[in-house]
């Protein structure tokens, strides 16, 4: 199985909403953080949002307002709200979630999110 699996993605219109869910494998020693990222075509993969085990959150500049980040820490899952949808939010949307002292840096295997009319 997949250390992370990411689920909801899809197309929606602009100014509509999805919700973005990951789930990590139990076998992931000591996960503290965990978080969003996004790779649109053609460019890098940037930050979206993150969030410690502890619960403080971290934000791109270009989401905040709109996007909202939580966490299930006893089932290892973590949530991307997003609301008031962009056409240039559109990406792959990727979950990361970090062992003890960042020894590890896990993905998943991305999920597409379309913002269109």
């Known amino acids: 199985q997949a250390q992370l699996v990411e689920s909801g993605g899809g197309l929606v219109q602009p100014g509509g909403s999805l919700r973005l869910s990951c789930v990590a494998s139990?076998?992931?020693?000591?996960?503290?953080?965990m978080g969003w990222y996004r790779q649109a075509p053609g460019k890098e993969r940037e930050l979206v949002a993150t969030?410690?085990?502890?619960?403080?959150?971290n934000y791109a500049d270009s989401v905040k307002g709109r996007f909202t980040i939580s966490r299930d820490n006893a089932k290892n899952r973590v949530y991307l709200q997003m609301n008031s949808l962009k056409p240039e939010d559109t990406a792959v949307y990727y979950c990361?979630?970090?062992?003890?002292?960042?020894?590890?840096?896990?993905w998943g295997q991305g999920t597409q999110v379309t913002v269109s009319s």
């Open positions: 139990k076998s992931i020693f000591r996960i503290n953080t």
């Open positions: 969030i410690i085990s502890a619960g403080s959150t």
């Open positions: 990361n979630a970090r062992s003890e002292y960042d020894l590890q840096w896990l």
